[in-house]
């Protein structure tokens, strides 16, 4: 027998990509390329499969769910695509088989046995203690007698947290992430809060992480991180989440905890930062940096040119596509990498009338309750708008 390439099952995917493409160019309605505001062109070297990683002007000129992105092959025909969005599974929980807690000269003694043999990135200690700094001292062992130093820290001080539980955080996966250019547009401190108003740059992102830059060396902070939104005639702040950030730094040795993680796509440009001080001084914060998730769109070129990947269309609907069900196997398929060019006008854009959503036929009405009426002769050869004037006082119309 034969061993069967490598490629085989690329090949395979490819074929079946390039049937369901055809097969979904043949069946798309016809759509008008000028109602799309932007575009930026895909140069495709050769046919196969694209990946596409979406620039952040593209997110921004595009609605929030991307349902008007639409790509335009050498015909002027619609390519069907695929949106992956990259994201890391967040970690799980997993509460600890046993949980013991002593305090032995001076310090407190947790010992926890996992009941599992998977990788645990963290623990998290439950206490009813509303406010503490303390360093710890990490130790793991397999049998409970020989113990290996895993992490460690000075103490900071001496009094006693009582300690109720734990859980066990075992590792979420890895997602490729962006650098994301972040300006602090305002600050304001007052009533024990550090306020920061934050330009991420562009809308429709999906944020992974905030990270605060300060020389302070001795602090711990609760930050809560919200948007502005408008809700009727007013402008209410909507919570996404809320961290801890801490610095200790003592003879020497210094740890910190400066990330915040968000993981959620911010619709808007401007994200809010809300430091709790409560007495202590505010924070001297030099900058915020951020990093993004990828969001790549992926498609099959049946031959070689220039693509265009059309956005900026408020009324449209998402495309159905079928390449949604070859979304898991898209994932880590080989793909030419293309880049998009800058977002341009398109010269041809047509803007939509403002009531091209509105019937030309009003609903019936009732002219019982009137009491003035004026007959108007309107030619049946002639159709389209009419503006209707008068110069009678409308108590001279005849009546009803």
């Not at 046993?98 to 998977?118: D, K, N, P, Q």
């Not at 109720?164 to 600050?187: D, F, N, V, Y």
């Amino acid at each position: 027998m034969k061993p069967k390439p490598r490629f085989h099952r690329h090949r395979k995917l490819c074929g079946l990509i390039a049937c369901i493409t055809l097969l979904c160019g043949t069946s798309l309605l016809a759509f008008e390329p000028n109602e799309w505001r932007q575009t930026q062109m895909l140069n495709v070297p050769a046919p196969g499969l694209v990946r596409v990683n979406l620039p952040a002007a593209t997110l921004n000129a595009a609605q929030p769910g991307l349902e008007d992105l639409r790509i335009v092959d050498t015909a002027g025909n619609q390519v069907p695509y695929l949106i992956e969005r990259l994201a890391p599974h967040p970690e799980s929980m997993l509460r600890p088989k046993e949980f013991r807690s002593t305090i032995e000269a001076g310090a407190t003694r947790l010992i926890l046995e996992t009941g599992t043999t998977a990788p645990i990135a963290g623990v998290s200690l439950e206490t009813p203690a509303s406010q503490f700094v303390k360093a710890v001292q990490v130790e793991g062992s397999h049998n409970g007698a020989n113990w290996k130093k895993l992490a460690a820290g000075e103490p900071i001080f001496q009094e006693p947290v009582p300690f109720t539980g734990a859980q066990l955080h075992r590792p979420r996966s890895a997602a490729p992430a962006e650098t994301l250019p972040i300006t602090i547009k305002s600050r304001d401190d007052s009533l024990g809060v550090t306020r920061l108003a934050l330009d991420l740059g562009a809308a429709n992102l999906t944020v992974a992480s905030l990270r605060i830059d300060t020389g302070e060396p001795l602090f711990t902070r609760t930050v809560t991180l919200a948007v502005p939104e408008i809700a009727g005639d007013d402008i209410r702040e909507r919570t996404l989440g809320e961290a801890a950030v801490y610095r200790v730094s003592v003879d020497g040795r210094s740890e910190a905890r400066l990330d915040i993680p968000i993981e959620q796509q911010i619709h808007a440009r401007e994200l809010l930062l809300l430091i709790r001080n409560q007495d202590s001084p505010p924070l001297s914060i030099s900058a915020v940096h951020g990093d993004r998730r990828l969001v790549r769109l992926i498609f099959f070129a049946h031959e070689p040119g220039h693509y265009s990947l059309l956005s900026g269309n408020d009324q449209c609907t998402a495309p159905r596509y079928d390449l949604s069900a070859l979304s898991e196997q898209l994932k880590n398929a080989a793909a030419m990498e293309v880049e998009p060019s800058s977002l341009a006008p398109k010269p041809k854009y047509k803007a939509p009338e403002a009531l091209a959503a509105l019937s030309l036929t009003g609903a019936k009405i009732d002219i019982a309750k009137w009491k003035f009426r004026k007959p108007v002769s309107v030619s049946s050869a002639r159709s389209g708008r009419f503006r209707f004037f008068s110069n009678e006082h409308p108590y001279r119309a005849r009546s009803s």
